[in-house]
């Protein structure tokens, strides 16, 4: 079985980043990833990165897409790895399709939506009911809409359906929107949009499609008539493959400031960390730091 100098689980802006510094060290490495992208992949408007006073999500990650890419590096794309452990000197990574061997790996497999977990949520998934605005607002073309979330993905979905949908209620569990400053100014001066704080979705109605919900508001219970369902209520990490790391409480992997995890030679980066600000650009400059220090620990092993 091969051995390579290191295998980067993820292709989202961390492990694109750790992968384009490990090809400029010349490591013989692998990337294991399900796409190419990650939740930047999702991202509506981007005006906070460095270079791009305007960019969409799709068309950075189409950039980052594109350095990675003119570097002969071997990606497994489509592959959902199952397990990580460590045994002796070596990492091992399972997928469903194979098990790859190297000597260091860097977790970079970033974070998934949250699901409602309430009624109606499975029975009306991609029937009216999404987790994702770049993939599918487009469909809601002058309908109206529910988003659920009160902080930066909800607002971005929010911004995002103001262009398509004929009427949006943002609904928010806490008493005021949270989020970047900018995004909400925006969200709440355009008459499209029926912000509903202190509000809670009890359940997902519908036939064959989403119809409507059942909302719970100052403790009364009533009925919105709607079209479309868009959950944005938080992200999850992806870390349960990787069992004797240790995480935080919310499943977060515990790194320091060189990015090495609590079991020496695994590396992670990006927003399956605990590191506090999830910004796409945090998430590259953690995906350098975490290559180098992999590289940087190859060099110190006889």
Same mark, same amino acid.
Do not use: D, P
């Given at each position: 079985m091969k051995v390579y100098d290191? #295998?980067?689980i993820g292709a989202g802006p961390a492990g694109i980043t750790a992968s384009v510094y490990a090809?400029?060290?010349k490591m013989d490495f692998l990337v294991v990833t399900k796409d190419i992208g990650g939740q930047a992949a999702l991202s509506g408007e981007v005006e906070n990165y460095t270079g791009y006073q305007f960019i969409s999500g799709p068309e950075l990650v189409a950039k980052f897409e594109e350095h990675l890419r003119k570097f002969a590096i071997l990606i497994k794309e489509n592959e959902e790895v199952l397990e990580l452990k460590k045994e002796d000197d070596l990492v091992l990574i399972k997928t469903k399709e194979d098990v790859y061997t190297a000597k260091t790996? #860097? %977790?970079a497999s970033g974070k998934r939506s949250k699901e409602l977990n309430i009624p109606g949520e499975k029975?009306?998934?991609n029937r009216g009911l999404t987790y994702c605005a770049t993939c599918d607002a487009p469909l809601f073309s002058e309908k109206t809409v529910a988003v659920i979330g009160g902080g930066n993905s909800a607002l971005d979905a929010t911004l995002q359906l103001m262009k398509i949908a004929k009427e949006i209620y943002l609904i928010n569990i806490t008493s005021a929107?949270?989020?970047d400053p900018i995004m909400r100014e925006k969200v709440e001066k355009n008459s499209r949009v029926k912000i509903l704080n202190n509000t809670e979705v009890l359940e997902i109605m519908g036939d064959r499609f989403v119809s409507g919900i059942r909302i719970k508001k100052d403790n009364k219970i009533?009925?919105?008539? #709607?079209?479309? %369902?868009f959950v944005e209520i938080g992200l999850i990490p992806n870390s349960e493959f990787v069992k004797d790391?240790?995480?935080n409480e919310f499943g977060e992997i515990k790194v320091?400031?060189?990015n090495q995890t609590s079991i020496p030679a695994i590396f992670a980066c990006g927003d399956v960390t605990d590191v506090v600000e999830k910004q796409i650009i945090v998430a590259c400059g953690e995906g350098a730091k975490a290559a180098l220090s992999a590289f940087r620990y190859l060099s110190q092993q006889r």
């Open positions: 290191l #295998i980067i090809a400029r060290k790996a #860097i %977790v029975e009306f998934k929107l949270g989020g009533e009925k919105l008539a #709607i079209q479309g %369902v790391i240790e995480k320091n400031c060189k």
